[in-house]
């Protein structure tokens, strides 16, 4: 007897449970949407402002507050160029303190995508720099990039490829 009790004491309590599971408020597909988009206008906007840190750090000359937008495994490729972590870091730091005086970065955003902590930006940028020996160079790139968000919040870039376009008209 004791048996059946603890029987029907066991159903009782998992239909209550059942219809308090049940009569939870479930988002809807639009609030769920609104969430999403939501969460991906703050990453763009996150790394809009990497970019324009970016920008500030490469313009001042300052190498490590440049590595820092970089994960330590990241890698870049580009054509004649396929560099990971340590190799890359290297070849910036000769670039900057070989004198190379970069004047300016534009970058423009194609698109964004957002899966977690990891996004994915498509876009172009312009670049020019006065060389060591003087000279101007200039770089007019397409690239994909792939952010990863750190445990400090902050997205690095962890993986860059770019692909030259011509430059863009004067005008």
Do not use: C
Not at 25 to 36: D, F, K, L, Q
Not at 75 to 104: C, E, H, I, K
Not at 148 to 170: H, Q, V
């Amino acid at each position: 007897m004791k048996g059946l009790i603890a029987g029907l004491g066991v159903l009782l309590l998992l239909g209550v449970g059942f219809f308090f599971y049940a009569s939870r408020p479930v988002p809807s597909a639009e609030m769920a949407e609104a969430e999403i988009a939501q969460i991906e206008a703050e990453v763009v906007e996150a790394i809009a402002g990497q970019w324009a840190g970016f920008r500030e750090t490469i313009q001042a000359g300052d190498y490590d507050a440049w590595a820092d937008y970089w994960t330590s495994d990241t890698r870049m490729l580009q054509p004649g160029m396929d560099l990971s972590g340590t190799a890359w870091f290297d070849y910036v730091r000769d670039f900057f303190n070989g004198g190379v005086q970069f004047l300016t970065f534009d970058v423009e955003s194609f698109d964004v995508f957002v899966h977690g902590d990891v996004a994915y930006q498509v876009g172009q940028y312009d670049e020019t720099a006065e060389l060591a020996d003087g000279e101007p160079g200039e770089w007019h790139d397409y690239f994909f990039v792939r952010w990863e968000k750190g445990a400090d919040g902050m997205w690095r870039i962890s993986r860059f490829l770019s692909a030259p376009r011509d430059a863009p008209t004067e005008g």
